[in-house]
């Protein structure tokens, strides 16, 4: 098979890439180890999918230190405005929640990857399931790729396989080695954008609640070294959600381990005296007469 480009991995990323490549003329293909795209995009913002953030463009740029020069030219030339203009004009409305994150209005993340697929469909983008691309080799015209089924000769290769955040959608780094291999230099990842694994089991209780705006202080031997404010969720062993998962990202720069570990202190109604949390708690307790507290 030939082609002038050829995409791995049909996430979002390389959706929108197959997208733009196909309107700017070019024949696509898009190579994808699972039977379906999107499969790690219909489990991101607990299945609602945060497409952007609503932000000016320096404010993204600060916020992607130390490497938002590097991202600035792309941020200028397709920013959060241009990503909610894109799906407005396929179909599909946005909302802006209190936290500045952008969701579809309709909350389901099925409708994000249905534009991208459909709209890839119509530039003419093929798709190639269920196969592993294993190698790249560079040749004089371009690029050989081999897969686990077939070879394809292709003009440009786009990576788009993401990293290792989610090895069961398909994300367990094979992009780094393809990159690799090709001779180009990697910078040793570090886990951000995760959610937290706590000591304590009693999360697991609390799984699948949502706080909608929490504050999260991290101290590592008694110093503060980072904090987060937004939504957040408890999961089986831990805490995740947008609050959490900027907040991973700030302790990326940290040195520590599972053995040391981070306190953690978390504020479940920000900006409240006590006066205030009183009446909260007496109103929550009367909207809800039934329920119990356990201590």
Not at 170 to 180: E, F
Not at 229 to 248: E, N, R, Y
Request: hydrophobic letters at 40%; charged letters at 25%; glycine letters at 10%.
């Amino acid at each position: 098979m030939k082609s002038d480009v050829c995409i791995i991995g049909a996430g979002a990323a390389g959706l929108m890439a197959g997208v733009f490549a196909g309107r700017a003329g070019a024949d696509v293909v898009i190579v994808e180890r699972n039977t379906t795209a999107g499969r790690k995009l219909l489990r991101t913002g607990r299945g609602r999918c945060n497409l952007t953030h609503e932000a000016t463009i320096a404010e993204f740029v600060r916020a992607c230190k130390p490497f938002g020069r590097f991202l600035k030219h792309s941020l200028y030339a397709f920013g959060p405005q241009q990503v909610r203009e894109f799906f407005r004009q396929h179909g599909l409305e946005t909302k802006v929640e209190p936290s500045g994150c952008v969701f579809s209005a309709t909350d389901r993340a099925s409708d994000v990857k249905n534009v991208l697929l459909e709209q890839a469909k119509c530039t003419g983008v093929r798709f190639l399931y269920a196969r592993r691309v294993n190698a790249i080799q560079k040749t004089d015209d371009g690029f050989l790729l081999k897969s686990d089924k077939d070879s394809i000769k292709s003009r440009s290769v786009i990576i788009a396989t993401g990293g290792v955040s989610w090895p069961d959608t398909g994300s367990t780094g094979d992009g780094y080695a393809l990159a690799t291999s090709l001779g180009h230099g990697l910078i040793e990842p570090s886990a951000a954008l995760v959610p937290l694994i706590t000591r304590e089991k009693w999360c697991k209780n609390l799984q699948g609640i949502g706080i909608e705006h929490a504050e999260i202080k991290a101290k590592l031997s008694g110093t503060k070294i980072a904090s987060s404010v937004g939504p957040m969720m408890f999961t089986d062993d831990g805490i995740g959600g947008p609050a959490v998962f900027d907040l991973s990202r700030r302790l990326a720069d940290h040195s520590f381990d599972a053995k040391t570990g981070v306190e953690l202190n978390i504020d479940l109604f920000v900006g409240l005296n006590r006066h205030d949390l009183d009446q909260k708690l007496i109103a929550l307790c009367n909207a809800h007469p039934k329920k119990r507290i356990v201590g």
